[in-house]
């Protein structure tokens, strides 16, 4: 069979040429448009989810056209880690889509928004299905440059001006990681994902290209101080997108993080040579920061994007530490972070869609007006602040023990000091919903307003099935996004090389 | 039937008497207009057919008038020289379609035409021939017809802005005419591959006029090519020229020059001027200023062509650099570049112009909100200045990929900093225009897309853009085997 | 004695270079826009004396194959310049078109007026 046609290299090419189609009616038919939007990331996830079997079974599958851009070529590769991450940004994208086709009802552009959603669906893919850095970084900026649509989406001036901030540093990134992989292809000829890593020397260009990955991925995932763009751009894009952009896509910035730690380097020369501690620093200051600084958030798509920032250093952390068990922390809260804040960003995208309130301290009632929201928002939170059976806790344990295992308890209690920081900043919002005095911040006639309604279904159901996950991934009899997580980290672990 | 082997001298003899025809048509403007997209026709595939031949059978020996070398002039026509006359070939085709069907920007129409065939010509006979001296007189035909594509606009400022080109490249012309004497004067010939078997013997004993010699000619070329401190001219004769003009100009023109340039200094005098003159690090150390230099300029224009003008002289920079840094990559890297930059400047200058003319602003402040009432020139334009980023999948990712591969096989990361640093700062000056474009606040024009005729153009050479980003390798063969020539 | 020997000998290259620089600094430096067309052809007749001299052989005869004569002059530069005149003359029949159109549009042929000229148009 010819290689474009598995289902691995399918997975980020349907998405591109659903990209076009949709272009090409969305002129012609709404209803088209948002049935094929929801169809092109329903696709990729089946497509993805395809490969179950063959990865359960410990296949990797590989798929290589070296005759394309030469002379780096592209690959394509599947394991147990971009399985995952790529069921994971498939599933979540299907549901967001059918989100935001109710919710993008009220908005203007909606056929500049839909093409580029999932042409950004189609470069997240890619970058988590590519089997080599070369081919990574293509998607990397299909995505991340689609994704600068998204973000500017309302056309205000603070959409404008947090657009220009994470476009440069988009580019800037992007021109780091260029370097980077060039001086990895200088170093080792080669820069195909190898488990167990290949970069032999610890050269000066070589920790010139770690540094330049630390910047790229760094800009990306949101590492402190290299996170200025995120708090100005998640909050300015639309609900959904905002979801897609905290809850996804700054996950390929960690997934990175895994595959250069893991398959280019190979724990052994970052052992050696200490280049983790630097990630373990920025990883601990921005725990820190980002929770720190999210508890003085009054617009609550900042205090979300905020705790992302911190969120975003749990995983980090999990990668810097080079324990198997705090490594598969990371890659759940991959999982578990993707779905927390997709459903806190879908909530309060809701609770704007209807009130059009965006301080946390408007939202006082709010439990009364739009009681199954503000349930999926508190089942989120609660999550998010780490307290068991839900998925937020299994990660931060997962990653509580891999520090253990590396001998430093000042980890732990630094995911301790985090998660009371978490607890701060979600709870007062949650007391104030269901216990606050609605008519505090009311103006005469606002009080007159009818009670808000629950929102239609497309919006609900998504909302739901998100909450419903965190809930039940860890009651179900089998966990088995956890025993992916635990064959991926085992698999980047023990490689033979 | 033409005999194949007549096929280079064939080239140059149907663009001239082309030109001659087409100047005599002016009464009967649409069978000249004919008889010149026809001629373009022709040449390209005549090109392309040489191309062909190229690559079966190897380098290509003609001989004008059967006179044998080193007294007859002799047409090489290698890997490079091929690849370059299917460059010109292929993007002045649809440069001159644009001239016909695009915004009527001259009054004598058919004495355009005529120019622009004579200037392509010139481009074609500079890169095939293996005569100095022919060369040379080529050089200045080409300098005439370039002076002369910008002045038809007949403005006061494109003639002011023509007539300081041709003082520029008259003294180019003079120093290159000097260095032509003082390498005459050591080896005896014209023939440039019997310069170069003279040069290897006699060089040393003569290193002043070497040294003179490869100066006065990287200063000729330096004026020719723009290259930085040398680029005073070329801003106003860019921008003030009718759009094909400039695309043209900016494409081809100024790139035919370094070709030429590089066939003389690593074709002709060789291994032995390295030894002389640290004519690599020369071109380093320019090329660096160049780059930057042109990108900090050109991010203070306000005027769009102006802005596009100063972004050649840095992308000029980029070739020079390849050359200079002179390793495989590097070198298939600049000659990548060549291709890529005619075709992504040459589609940058006619969308340019297309927008101008349909919004009748040519001023980047006042374009907002263009993107929605133009989106296909718009469109095009992005594609443009998205691949001068060098985003990945358009053929400005190449190159920049190719040179930095290069600069760090070369052991000099500085450069390959230096190559991201500029895909930065273009980032800066192109990304606000599109982002104004689509984004800014809605124009009041009442602006639309031109007809399809006008478009076309501005199609085939986004497609090229995004063809060469993504499929490369079908260059390959002819890139590889040109920086092979050069790295012997 | 030895320098003006050798000067004696190489007076055409000194000539040439002296014509050269003379040329070179009046079309830079002068703003009169014909002065900078006399400077150019100053400078083309430098090098095409420079060239031909080249080719010259002291009591060499022309090219022609007759009896008894055994040095001949180089014919090639000879020839060459044949080319270079032509271009130069149609160099300076173009500039002269030039100056003459730059005449009616700014009636002046200094090249500082005509720039504050310009920028006074556009400014």
Redesign the interface.
């Known amino acids: 069979m010819h290689g474009l046609f598995q289902a691995a290299v399918l997975a980020a090419l349907v998405p591109l040429m659903f990209a076009l189609a949709i272009y090409l009616v969305e002129k012609h038919s709404w209803k088209l448009r948002n049935g094929l939007s929801v169809l092109a990331s329903l696709a990729s996830f089946v497509l993805v989810i395809s490969h179950y079997k063959r990865i359960m079974a410990g296949e990797t599958i590989l798929v290589k056209f070296p005759n394309l851009l030469p002379p780096l070529g592209i690959s394509f590769r599947v394991d147990y880690l971009s399985f995952l991450v790529a069921a994971i940004i498939s599933g979540i994208w299907f549901l967001v889509t059918v989100y935001s086709t109710e919710y993008m009802v009220k908005e203007h552009a909606k056929n500049r928004y839909y093409p580029f959603s999932v042409l950004t669906l189609a470069g997240a893919l890619g970058v988590v299905l590519s089997g080599d850095l070369f081919t990574f970084f293509l998607f990397f900026e299909l995505m991340s440059l689609s994704a600068y649509v998204l973000v500017v989406h309302e056309e205000t001036e603070q959409a404008m001006r947090a657009g220009y901030k994470y476009l440069i540093l988009t580019i800037i990134g992007g021109l780091a990681l260029f370097f980077a992989i060039i001086a990895v292809y200088e170093i080792a000829g080669t820069v195909a994902f190898t488990p167990g890593g290949f970069v032999q020397e610890s050269g000066r260009l070589a920790l010139f290209s770690f540094i330049a990955f630390f910047i790229g991925f760094g800009i990306k995932a949101g590492v402190v101080p290299l996170h200025v763009w995120l708090p100005e751009a998640h909050p300015v894009a639309p609900s959904p997108a905002s979801a897609l952009l905290s809850g996804l896509m700054l996950k390929t910035g960690a997934y990175g993080f895994i595959r250069i730690v893991f398959n280019i380097y190979g724990v052994e020369l970052i052992r050696e040579t200490g280049w983790n501690n630097m990630m373990l620093l920025f990883a601990v200051v921005t725990i820190f920061l980002g929770s720190a600084v999210a508890i003085t958030q009054d617009d609550i798509k900042r205090r979300l994007a905020y705790s992302s920032v911190g969120q975003m250093g749990y995983i980090v952390l999990g990668i810097a530490l080079l324990q198997e068990r705090a490594l598969i922390g990371a890659i759940f809260h991959i999982f578990a972070h993707a779905l927390m804040k997709s459903s806190l960003f879908l909530a309060a995208g809701a609770i704007i869609y209807r009130t059009g309130k965006r301080k946390v301290s408007e939202w006082h009632g709010m439990g009364k007006q739009m009681f199954v929201t503000m349930i999926v928002f508190t089942i989120a939170s609660i999550s998010m602040v780490g307290i068991p059976p839900l998925v937020g806790f299994i990660s931060k344990w997962e990653i509580a023990l891999g520090s253990l295992d590396a001998g430093n308890w000042g980890y732990v209690l630094l995911l301790l000091l985090s998660s009371l920081m978490n607890f701060i900043y979600y709870f007062p919002v949650i007391q104030g919903a269901f216990f606050g005095d609605p008519h505090l911040h009311h103006d005469a006639h606002e009080d007159k307003e009818p009670r808000h309604r629950e929102l239609p279904w497309a919006m609900l159901v998504p909302m739901v099935v998100l909450a419903g996950l965190i809930v039940f991934v860890d009651l179900l009899p089998r966990n088995i996004v956890l025993e992916l997580a635990e064959q991926a980290a085992h698999a980047l672990f023990f490689a033979i090389k | 039937m033409v005999n194949i082997t007549h096929t280079p001298v064939l080239i140059v003899v149907l663009l001239l008497s082309g030109a001659f025809v087409v100047a005599l048509l002016s009464k009967y403007l649409q069978v000249g207009r004919f008889i010149f997209l026809l001629t373009a026709a022709m040449v390209l595939l005549l090109s392309t057919r040489l191309t062909f031949m190229v690559l079966e059978y190897g380098t290509i020996h003609y001989t004008l008038g059967g006179w044998a070398p080193p007294?007859g002039i002799e047409i090489v026509v290698d890997a490079f020289a091929a690849f370059s006359s299917l460059v010109i070939a292929g993007v002045s085709a649809v440069i001159f379609w644009f001239a016909v069907f695009g915004p009527r920007e001259v009054n004598n129409e058919t004495g355009y035409y005529s120019l622009l065939l004579l200037l392509t010509a010139a481009m074609h006979g500079m890169v095939l021939t293996g005569d100095l001296?022919n060369l040379f007189?080529f050089v200045?035909i080409s300098s005439?017809a370039a002076?002369?594509i910008i002045?038809v606009k007949?403005t006061?400022?494109s003639?002011?802005a023509?007539?300081r080109y041709?003082?520029l490249s008259?003294?180019g012309?003079?120093v290159v005419?000097?260095s032509i004497?003082l390498i005459?004067?050591i080896s005896g010939h014209?023939n440039m591959s019997y310069i170069h078997d003279a040069l290897v013997i006699t060089a040393g004993q003569y290193p002043l006029n070497i040294v003179l010699a490869v100066g006065f000619m990287l200063v000729g070329f330096a004026v020719k090519a723009a290259l930085f401190p040398l680029h005073v001219w070329l801003p106003d004769a860019h921008s003030n020229a009718p759009t094909a003009s400039s695309a043209l100009l900016s494409g081809l023109v100024v790139k035919v020059y370094i070709i030429a340039f590089m066939r003389i200094v690593y074709l002709a005098l060789g291994i032995p001027i390295f030894e002389i003159l640290p004519i690599r690090q020369i071109f380093l150390v320019l090329a660096s200023i160049a780059i930057i230099m042109g990108s900090v300029f050109a991010m203070v224009q306000d005027n769009i062509k102006r802005m596009l003008a100063y972004s050649t002289i840095a992308q000029v920079g980029y070739i020079f650099l390849g050359v200079g840094l002179f390793n495989q990559r590097a070198v298939e890297g600049a000659v990548f570049h060549i291709l890529n930059h005619a075709i992504m400047k040459s589609l940058l200058f006619l969308s340019a112009g297309v927008i101008i003319h349909q919004s009748g602003h040519k001023k980047i402040s006042e374009l907002s909100g263009l993107g929605r009432r133009i989106p296909f020139t718009f469109a095009a334009f992005s594609i443009g200045a998205l691949s001068m980023v060098g985003i990945p999948g358009t053929a400005g990712f190449i190159s920049k990929l190719y040179l930095a591969l290069g600069a760090l096989d070369a052991g000099q990361t500085l450069f390959a900093i230096l190559i991201l640093i500029s895909s930065l700062l273009n980032a800066i000056y192109y990304f606000p225009i599109i982002i104004a474009a689509y984004f800014g606040k809605d124009s009041p024009l009442d602006a639309r897309d031109p007809a399809w005729a006008t478009q076309l153009p501005l199609v085939v050479l986004s497609l090229g853009v995004l063809f060469f980003g993504l499929f490369p390798s079908i260059a390959i063969p002819l890139v590889r085997q040109t920086a092979q020539l050069f790295i012997k | 004695m030895a320098i003006i020997e050798r000067l004696s000998v190489n007076v055409y290259y000194l000539v040439s270079v002296i014509l050269?620089v003379i040329?070179?600094h009046t079309?830079?430096t002068h703003n009169n826009?014909i002065k900078?067309i006399m400077g150019?052809n100053i400078?083309?007749t430098a090098?095409f004396l420079?060239?031909v001299s080249?080719g010259y052989i002291r009591g060499g005869q022309a090219p022609i194959l007759i009896n008894g004569v055994e040095k001949y002059v180089n014919p090639?530069?000879s020839a060459?310049i044949l080319?270079?005149i032509v271009?130069s003359v149609?160099?300076t029949a173009?500039?002269l078109a030039?100056?003459i159109?730059?005449y009616r549009?700014?009636g002046t042929l200094d090249a500082d007026k005509?720039?504050a000229l310009?920028g006074r148009?556009?400014g």
């Open positions: 007294f001296f007189v200045e005439l002076i002369a002045a007949g006061g400022e003639i002011e023509s007539f041709l003082v008259a003294l012309s003079g005419l000097f004497a005459f004067m014209l | 050269f040329g070179f079309m830079l826009l900078k150019m400078m083309d090098l420079f060239f080249i090639v530069p060459l080319t270079g271009i149609s160099f173009f500039a030039l100056v159109m730059l549009y700014y005509i720039i310009r148009r556009h």
